[in-house]
């Protein structure tokens, strides 16, 4: 196990977001179908069509509820193009990160946080490389992995969208599963087969894909989740 407990390798996440109901029940049933993929189902990759579809607060509300599961969770944000997660939860400045840890710049023990969550450790992504996607295809990335996963129940990882870059199918291929996010009414079911594809070819283990920002107050999903939980919850 590696060592973590200096003041240093602390993260301090400023804004934590609350779900509502609805919300916190979809991510308790993501986190049931993921443990029922199996065991050996630890790694898993998170991606999109294009940008702002909303992967990367799925895949670390998911984290979270994973926690809450008891589960002790690492979570890296491997966006090194252009994360939004330290601006979106106003997380704390770190020293080093993956781009760090892939260019050889910091060893993999200094690029891992902690964060005042219990349970949920966080690799962020460090200084914006030239080469993304020529860091991440190295072996070193590949191993370091290996040896996470056994100190991990879980290992999220926050990827960019498929549909710009290539850098996902990368990562994925090196994970046990990976999951596309998906915007109801904004991306296409063509678009989103032929990043479908995309990911079969690169030989990647496909879990599913989450349908996000559905509007439940619309005519289907209002009277069906209203009359469905009406009769156990009241109304909300």
């Given amino acids: 196990m590696m060592a973590l407990n200096d003041d240093r390798n602390v993260i301090t996440i400023n804004k934590?977001?609350?779900l509502d109901?609805?919300?916190s029940e979809a991510y308790k049933t993501l986190?049931?179908?993921i443990d029922f993929c199996?065991?050996?189902?630890?790694?898993?990759a998170f991606t999109s069509c294009v940008p702002g579809e909303g992967k990367s607060t799925v895949s670390f509300n998911l984290a979270i509820s994973m926690i809450e599961a008891g589960k002790r969770?690492?979570?890296i944000d491997a966006d090194m193009r252009k994360s939004v997660l330290n601006g979106r939860y106003q997380m704390s400045k770190t020293t080093?990160?993956?781009a760090h840890f892939l260019a050889g710049r910091k060893p993999l023990e200094e690029c891992i946080f902690m964060t005042n969550i219990p349970k949920l450790f966080l690799i962020p992504t460090g200084a914006v490389p030239p080469n993304p996607a020529e860091l991440l295809g190295v072996k070193k990335f590949g191993n370091a992995l290996q040896t996470l996963r056994e100190q991990f129940d879980y290992i999220i990882i926050d990827t960019p969208p498929l549909g710009s870059v290539i850098d996902s199918a990368i990562i994925a291929k090196q994970c046990d599963g990976v999951v596309l996010v998906v915007q109801t009414k904004v991306t296409g079911r063509s678009f989103a087969e032929r990043v479908i594809e995309q990911l079969r070819k690169a030989e990647c283990n496909i879990l599913g894909v989450v349908l996000n920002k559905v509007d439940l107050g619309g005519k289907y999903y209002g009277r069906y989740y209203g009359r469905y939980y009406g009769k156990y919850y009241g109304n909300y």
Avoid: A
Wanted: glycine share 14%.
């Fill in 31 to 33: 986190r049931t179908n």
């Fill in 16 to 18: 934590k977001i609350t």
């Fill in 73 to 75: 969770v690492l979570f």
């Fill in 38 to 44: 199996g065991d050996d189902v630890k790694v898993i």
């Fill in 21 to 23: 109901f609805r919300l």
């Fill in 96 to 98: 080093g990160g993956l």
